[in-house]
């Protein structure tokens, strides 16, 4: 069983839509996270949950929305997309917050045309 | 706040060379420090990771010690092969309930 999936594995849209990325984990962890991975492969946290509540929201444009429905869902929306946000989105989550490791999914490669 | 400094890549070592990729931190308290591994078209993964001052974190023949007093964490491995060519990232944690990640150094190891 995959610890930590995403879908879709792959995203290409038109600048002005709107997506979702949905990412699950079934290891019974508190915390999870979203980062933004550039082509220069420089990790960005944006957000991170703990037990369904928001406790870091980096400086990331307002459209994007983190939606938690458990401790075992993040989804990530975007509204409005722009060439900009073409990167890899990275889902992750620990126990106890950063003290432990975390574990990643396989990422989301999104690219805006 | 917490920040990591990795030593800038690409690396380029022949199969076989010593690898060392630097990582200094600086962090209020006593933060966990941890090595991943992003293989190509891959998520992160653990290499390895130390708790505390003076552990020392192993896996797969790398090697890191946490040295408080040069607030360092490099990571060392005597032997390379093909397969160990990928990005790695050295990182701290807890900080604010976050983890804090250097900028990656990419590693290619050639026959």
């Known amino acids: 069983d995959t610890a930590v999936s995403q879908t879709p594995k792959y995203l290409v849209t038109q600048m002005g839509n709107d997506k979702s990325i949905k990412c699950e984990q079934n290891l019974g962890h508190d915390t999870m996270y979203w980062y933004k991975q550039d082509s220069k492969k420089f990790l960005k946290i944006m957000f991170s949950?703990?037990?369904?509540?928001?406790?870091i929201n980096e400086t990331v444009p307002n459209r994007f929305s983190p939606k938690s429905p458990d401790k075992a869902h993040l989804n990530l929306h975007i509204n409005s997309l722009e060439l900009g946000d073409s990167a890899v989105y990275f889902c992750a989550s620990s126990q106890n917050g950063g003290a432990n490791e975390q574990f990643f999914g396989p990422g989301t490669r999104l690219t805006v045309l | 706040g917490d920040s990591v400094t990795q030593m800038e890549g690409p690396v380029t070592l022949s199969e076989e060379a010593f690898l060392t990729i630097n990582c200094t931190y600086t962090a209020t308290g006593y933060p966990s420090l941890f090595w991943y591994v992003q293989y190509p078209g891959e998520g992160l993964q653990l290499l390895l990771k130390?708790?505390?001052?003076?552990d020392k974190g192993s896996n797969k023949g790398f090697e890191a010690t946490y040295r408080k007093e040069t607030t360092s964490f490099h990571l060392e491995k005597g032997s390379v092969q093909v397969s160990d060519s990928a990005v790695y990232f050295c990182a701290l944690g807890p900080g604010a309930g976050k983890s804090t990640f250097g900028d990656g150094t990419t590693l290619t190891v050639k026959p």
């Open positions: 130390a708790t505390k001052a003076d």
């Open positions: 949950y703990n037990n369904k509540e928001l406790i």
